[in-house]
């Protein structure tokens, strides 16, 4: 049965083909999705691809999910976001990140170091351009500019981040905290930081959205769709460094994340054993069309206010329709 709540979509990084990205926005549109988000890792640029799907679609919002806030100034980021707010029709929202050291200093040449000050100077910054206001510096004597563009303060501000440090100042500053690899059970207590944080900033905003990216594989058959998300778990524990594991032991998770890590020596084992089966439950959305159903309202109860799918890569448009159908 449809459902009227809000809903998201995206693609796993990994995923580059130009044509499935757009594939799958088009078919989000249709399928009555609230938003398609994609993510910036060492691919795409995402506001380029962005700027073509909004030219593709006319309803479904359209979101970065997430930029870097080492890769472009904040004055590139406010540009960009006025730029892809005029070009959707006001449909865009701006998530930014902390990045990875890796990806920050490896793909970019930039230091990657106090990331929470940078994270929250850009928030300021950004918004300040986006409201028609002289950006605040912070680094040079030199005359503040403006953007030459209408003001576009609509424009949603997003967070991504996992530390207690960052869910506060997404509490704070932004319209919305972007959780991934955050486990469900946890987000009441991603809820009390992100209210820390509005008090911190004197409680006039809105509390912040939770727009969790969920990692979602649904297949007809059961054990093929846990084997997927298996996958998903397995990997963001291995392969993209001590983030993920650190986060979800200190959330008390050690436990589980130990023994995934133990099951995954071989390279591709993409295993989660037994003694880790919670992890599946806390992490993701798969099993059958029903089963996921059920896991994706599980997610809701627990506070997910928008719930972005994040569909597998190397899927073929049968799959990722399927997926689309099952859960619209």
Do not use: C
Request: aromatic share 6%.
């Amino acid at each position: 049965m449809a459902s009227s709540a809000p809903l998201g979509v995206a693609l796993m990084p990994l995923e580059t083909r130009r044509d499935t990205l757009l594939h799958l926005a088009l078919e989000a549109e249709r399928a009555g999705f609230d938003e398609y988000s994609l993510p910036e890792t060492w691919a795409h640029d995402v506001t380029v691809m962005l700027a073509e799907i909004a030219a593709k679609t006319s309803r479904i919002r359209l979101a970065s999910g997430v930029l870097g806030v080492w890769s472009r100034s904040a004055g590139a980021l406010a540009m960009a976001a006025a730029t892809l707010h005029i070009a959707s029709g006001g449909r865009f929202s701006l998530g930014l990140g902390a990045s990875t050291p890796q990806l920050t200093e490896g793909l970019h040449d930039v230091p990657y170091r106090a990331p929470i000050e940078r994270m929250r100077r850009v928030l300021t910054q950004v918004r300040a351009l986006l409201r028609g206001e002289r950006v605040p510096l912070a680094e040079t004597g030199a005359r503040a500019l403006k953007l030459n563009l209408p003001p576009a303060p609509e424009v949603p501000l997003n967070l991504a981040g996992l530390n207690p440090a960052t869910v506060r100042l997404a509490g704070e500053l932004a319209d919305g905290w972007l959780p991934f690899m955050y486990p469900r059970s946890r987000l009441g207590q991603g809820r009390a930081l992100l209210e820390e944080g509005r008090a911190r900033g004197g409680g006039a905003r809105p509390v912040a959205t939770i727009a969790a990216a969920i990692p979602t594989v649904v297949a007809r058959d059961g054990a093929e769709a846990r084997k997927g998300a298996a996958w998903f778990v397995s990997f963001y524990l291995t392969s993209m460094g001590p983030l993920y594991p650190k986060t979800l032991s200190q959330l008390g998770f050690e436990k589980e994340v130990q023994a995934v890590l133990a099951a995954n020596t071989t390279r591709g084992s993409a295993m989660v054993p037994p003694d880790a089966e919670v992890l599946l439950e806390e992490l993701t959305v798969y099993g059958t069309p029903d089963e996921a159903r059920a896991r994706l309202a599980r997610w809701r109860a627990d506070g997910a206010e928008l719930p972005v799918l994040l569909l597998p890569p190397e899927q073929s448009a049968a799959q990722l329709d399927f997926a689309l159908a099952s859960l619209r």
